[in-house]
Nanobody, 113 residues
Framework: QVRLVESGGGSVQAGGSLRLSCAAS????????VAWFRQAPGKEREVVAQ?????FYSDSVKGRFTISRDNLKNTVYLQMNSLNAEDTAVYYC?????????WGQGTLVTVSS
């Protein structure tokens, strides 16, 4: 079973940067498609970046966020630059292989003006 633990969230000023990390444990992690989702209060959870056979970024984060992974460390990263208030959300790490999906507990990012 894959277990995901996010870290790196916090409070930053608009225009600042954060790097989120997702540490994974379990088998066959290198075969997983990984993604970052976020959910703001009162809104649906949305995917912001994905890395697998395809690399995907939502339009709202293109050019500002970068997803990367280190399979030797079983870690996924989300580098977030030029943050703005609309990026405020709980960010979740997600991993998927075949029919199995896994979620982290989430880490809160708050961006203030």
């Amino acid at each position: 079973q894959v277990r995901l633990v996010e870290s790196g969230g916090g409070s930053v000023q608009a225009g600042g940067s954060l790097r989120l990390s997702c540490a994974a444990s379990g088998p066959h992690f290198s075969l997983h498609t990984v993604a970052w989702f976020r959910q703001a209060p009162g809104k649906e959870r949305e995917v912001v970046a994905q890395s697998g056979l395809n690399t995907f970024y939502s339009d709202s984060v293109k050019g500002r966020f970068t997803i990367s992974r280190d399979n030797l460390k079983n870690t996924v990263y989300l580098q977030m630059n030029s943050l703005n208030a609309e990026d405020t959300a709980v960010y979740y790490c997600h991993a998927r292989v075949a029919s199995r999906t896994h979620w982290g507990q989430g880490t809160l990012v708050t961006v203030s003006s």
